[in-house]
């Protein structure tokens, strides 16, 4: 009887054990949603308390972005944030997919090898240590090449933004490039192609959806850097239509200006609310680059 | 007839290898300046830091206004960001790739979790800024501090810890599992004894990426840690602390006047950090892709 007893005892304490281990486990798995979710509820909070005492329209209609006058015009920096990524953009994609390619389909595989941790280097350093460089090398050349009075516009953050975002785009349009069955090649060289009309004609056509999802997710990484923008394209929110301007971007604001305002204040709620913005934006922009890719691993 | 084939031929194969070769030419420029651009950052840090790298550099404080002394109380503070990221960031992600792993049923739920994951890593390092503001240093009560910084820094880089450990966890063979479970072990016991110590190499290697990602992050720490000046050590997790990226920020843009040399040598000294966990967690890698090959 005693043993009966004994065995329950421990068969109960055995079965809590693994409840209470089960849930720890389960709290830690879903933890990602739980951040995610403060996240998101924070920057609501904080842009509802500013939208409640800031009219709506002169936010997103207004020329001005001025704190210290209460002034909170979203344009220059939706303008300033625009012309930075467009030109990051625009230099970023052939080299980024040029670069894919030569390591997809022409390196040897030696320098392969070689050129792919080489690449993967360029992700760890620091946005501070490119913005530094930036500011050192790149924006002086700028000045003088144009003849401008100061070397910090949107393109020298955009020159430093571009060279960030390929690690992304090279590994991921590789990956496309890498998908690409082998037999499509044979097929085309059989055909009579060389080997660069087999590149252009079949491959890359091929691995395109693969490509515009790694220039799509290199785009949300230039969207969402900051130190390099803070510290390279001139911090002037003004409005204007020339990348040889110095711009404001969103988030060299936040980063800006977080630090010297009063927690709570009207400013602060302003800082959250375009940090909202500036979330939904890298969120869409990711959402559109990963179904991409999902679309691909189903093919 | 025949020579005029015979003539044409040549021709559209030479113009067509032509092509062939100029492309070439254009993708292996394109990627010469790629590679130009990384060694000629490294390359050129270390020409212009390497004077400026003195035992007195490493080891002193700053002094009058940043433009005299040594980046030591940076150093100790982004070493006491790491360890703190750390210590946070791997039990959650273990775990967290555990129950995603062995756990976890293949239900919306299980979607959810991989589709927050994934969105997790996309979110801008400001904007986790903004939250650790929020939450962390204003909701919470920790004030600018370690605490807040490293949780802020964790939560970072909370993603690449989860998908590193869940790919580690996947390689161990189903195999060990059963033998573990024909012997009378529970799932727990499985968990811990058998499946967790084959994958921990995997796990470290992909966390050390990670770290190295954190211990560069700028963004992040501004609003929750980092200080311009706080030339004491801290005395509890609750200190602000001086750390390498806000530092070089700092002297490179707030600063006035600040001397070259320590500039450079403060880049100089952040990029190595940074590079040394790179390098650690590339070698890993490789080593273990070799591995698995044999």
């Not at chain 1, 350093?125 to 949107?154: C, Q, R, Y």
């Not at chain 2, 559209?12 to 060694?39: C, D, G, H, P």
């Not at chain 2, 790919?167 to 063979?173: D, G, S």
């Amino acid at each position: 009887m005693p043993v009966v007893t004994k065995m329950k005892i421990s068969s109960r304490f055995k079965k809590f054990k693994v409840f209470l281990i089960k849930n720890f486990i389960f709290l830690n798995g879903i933890l990602s949603i739980i951040i995610l979710g403060v996240i998101l509820a924070l920057l609501i909070y904080n842009s509802i308390r500013f939208f409640s005492s800031y009219p709506v329209s002169s936010f997103f209609g207004g020329q001005k972005w001025s704190p210290t006058s209460d002034k909170f015009g979203f344009v220059p920096l939706l303008v300033g944030t625009l012309l930075t990524t467009f030109a990051s953009i625009l230099i970023a994609m052939p080299l980024g997919i040029g670069c894919a390619i030569y390591i997809g389909e022409l390196a040897p595989k030696a320098i392969r090898e070689i050129l792919k941790p080489i690449i993967e280097v360029l992700a760890t350093i620091p946005s501070v240590v490119i913005g530094f460089i930036g500011i050192k090398v790149v924006a002086p050349i700028i000045k003088d090449t144009f003849n401008l009075s100061i070397g910090l516009t949107a393109l020298t953050g955009a020159v430093m933004l571009a060279f960030m975002s390929l690690p992304t785009i090279i590994s991921i349009s590789e990956d496309a490039i890498n998908a690409v069955p082998n037999r499509y090649r044979y097929a085309s060289l059989a055909l009579g192609a060389t080997k660069w009309e087999t590149t252009y004609k079949v491959v890359v056509p091929t691995a395109s959806s693969g490509m515009l999802a790694a220039v799509m997710l290199g785009l949300g990484r230039i969207v969402g850097e900051t130190m390099t923008v803070l510290m390279l394209t001139g911090n002037s929110p003004r409005i204007v239509f020339s990348f040889l301007q110095p711009v404001r971007t969103i988030t060299a604001t936040i980063a800006a200006e977080m630090g010297e305002t009063a927690q709570g204040g009207l400013h602060y709620s302003a800082l959250f609310a375009i940090g909202l913005i500036l979330f939904l934006i890298t969120f869409a922009i990711n959402f559109i680059g990963d179904s991409f890719i999902n679309r691909i691993r189903k093919m | 007839m025949a020579a005029i084939i015979e003539n044409k031929r040549p021709i559209t194969m030479r113009r067509k290898n032509m092509i062939q070769k100029l492309f070439y030419s254009v993708l292996m420029i394109i990627t010469l300046v790629v590679v130009a651009f990384v060694f000629g950052i490294i390359i050129y840090l270390i020409v212009k830091g390497a004077g400026a790298i003195t035992w007195e550099f490493l080891t002193q404080k700053p002094s009058s206004g940043m433009r005299e002394g040594g980046i030591f109380p940076a150093i100790v503070g982004t070493l006491y960001l790491i360890i703190g990221t750390l210590l946070i960031s791997l039990p959650i992600g273990i775990f967290a790739a555990i129950y995603l792993n062995e756990y976890a049923n293949k239900n919306r739920l299980t979607r959810i979790i991989r589709l927050s994951i994934v969105n997790m890593s996309g979110v801008p390092s400001v904007v986790f800024g903004l939250f650790g503001l929020a939450f962390f240093v204003i909701s919470l009560q920790f004030g600018k501090s370690i605490l807040a910084g490293s949780l802020t820094l964790a939560f970072l880089i909370l993603p690449v810890i989860i998908t590193a450990s869940e790919e580690a966890l996947k390689a161990v063979p189903d195999t060990y599992r059963q033998a573990s479970f024909a012997l009378g072990a529970s799932k727990w016991q499985t968990i811990i004894k058998v499946t967790l110590p084959q994958a921990f190499p995997g796990i470290i290697t992909g966390s050390v990426i990670g770290i190295g990602r954190a211990a560069g992050e700028t963004a992040p720490i501004i609003f929750t840690v980092a200080a311009f000046s706080q030339p004491n050590l801290p005395n509890s997790i609750f200190s602000q602390v001086m750390a390498l990226p806000f530092h070089l920020y700092s002297l490179a843009t707030q600063v006035t006047n600040p001397p070259e040399d320590k500039q450079w040598g403060t880049a100089l000294v952040l990029l190595m950090m940074v590079l040394v966990f790179a390098i650690i967690g590339t070698a890993l890698r490789t080593r273990a892709r070799l591995r698995r090959k044999e």
